[in-house]
């Protein structure tokens, strides 16, 4: 997930800590084109967009490569769930694959009938999937299969006339829908639980009771407990980051460097 912006940060926050991360492995990444997103799963396995049109995986163990293409623009590239890997087709169509980048089922489109149109997605399993639609203003659970809506928030009043969303995650039964000054937090039932303030950034990953996001090369973690941040000092800047229950993933370049992650938390 990367979403680059520009601007000054709107936030200070009062605790910020430094915390150095070492470098255990690396790996090349042969692709003449750009890379468009990044990411990988719990297997260690590396997902990447080669310009904006084709999806590629690299086996951890064997470093073998699959792709896959509709011949469409792929984008918003999620690999957080274990057995699911979705990603933005043709602009307006959600695409779900398996790990070894096959189909789930057809493209989940949203009928102009319905009057939903969100902007962010969030699976919750093979019935279901959270969306955010800006004009409503409300959280909908949607459910794609049958194309109804089955459950949705009231109207987001904690939203201002100037604020923009651009993270939708669905995490441990709960909601985050995440912006450049807050993230609303929301149990299963989409009521608002609190309301955490935050700061403009460009990459974010949610893991356990963490968020981990990047601002121009740098990368921080806010403790969602706490809210305490704390500034991760790499040994390289980076194009794009990912994170998954034992690593940290790197890209700069064509090159991918790993960091033993959760040894040093």
Same mark, same amino acid.
């Given at each position: ?19 150095? /991360? ?16 990044? %990411?990988?799963?719990? &297997?260690?396995?590396? #997902? @990447?967009?080669?310009? &904006? ?14 792709? &896959? ?14 057995? =699911? ?43 279901? $999937?959270? %969306? #955010? ?5 409300? $959280? ?14 009231? *109207?987001?009043s904690e939203k201002t006339g100037d604020e923009f969303y651009s993270e939708l995650v669905y995490?441990?039964?709960? *909601?985050?829908? *995440?912006?450049?000054?807050?993230? $609303? ?10 309301? *955490?303030? @935050?700061r403009e950034f460009e990459q974010i990953y949610l893991q356990e009771n963490n968020i981990y #996001?990047?601002?121009?090369? =740098?990368?921080?973690? $806010? ?26 993933? +790197?890209?700069? %370049?064509?090159? +991918?460097?790993? #960091?033993? /992650?959760?040894?040093?938390?």
């Amino acid at each position: 997930m990367k979403f680059k912006i520009s601007g000054f940060f709107l936030i200070c926050f009062s605790c910020l800590f430094a915390q150095t /991360f070492k470098i255990v492995d690396s790996l090349k990444i042969e692709s003449r084109d750009s890379i468009t997103d990044f %990411g990988t799963d719990d &297997f260690h396995n590396i #997902y @990447f967009i080669r310009n &904006f049109n084709e999806l590629n995986k690299i086996e951890f163990q064997s470093r073998q490569r699959k792709t &896959f293409s509709n011949h469409t623009v792929l984008e918003n590239l999620n690999t957080q769930n274990v057995l =699911q890997i979705t990603l933005k087709s043709d602009f307006f169509k959600l695409l779900v694959l398996d790990n070894q980048l096959n189909k789930i089922q057809d493209e989940i489109e949203f009928p102009i009938e319905t009057n939903f149109s969100p902007t962010l997605t969030a699976l919750v399993d093979n019935n279901y $999937l959270w %969306g #955010y639609d800006p004009v409503l203003q409300r $959280l909908v659970l949607w459910n794609y299969r049958d194309k109804k809506v089955f459950r949705q928030s009231v *109207i987001l009043s904690e939203k201002t006339g100037d604020e923009f969303y651009s993270e939708l995650v669905y995490h441990q039964n709960k *909601i985050y829908l *995440i912006g450049f000054k807050k993230i $609303l937090k929301f149990d299963e039932y989409a009521n608002l639980e609190s309301v *955490i303030p @935050f700061r403009e950034f460009e990459q974010i990953y949610l893991q356990e009771n963490n968020i981990y #996001y990047s601002i121009e090369n =740098q990368l921080f973690k $806010l403790d969602l407990k706490t809210q305490d941040t704390t500034k991760i000092k790499l040994n390289t800047s980076f194009d794009y980051f990912s994170i998954n229950n034992r690593y940290l993933f +790197v890209l700069k %370049g064509k090159v +991918v460097y790993i #960091y033993d /992650f959760h040894k040093n938390l």
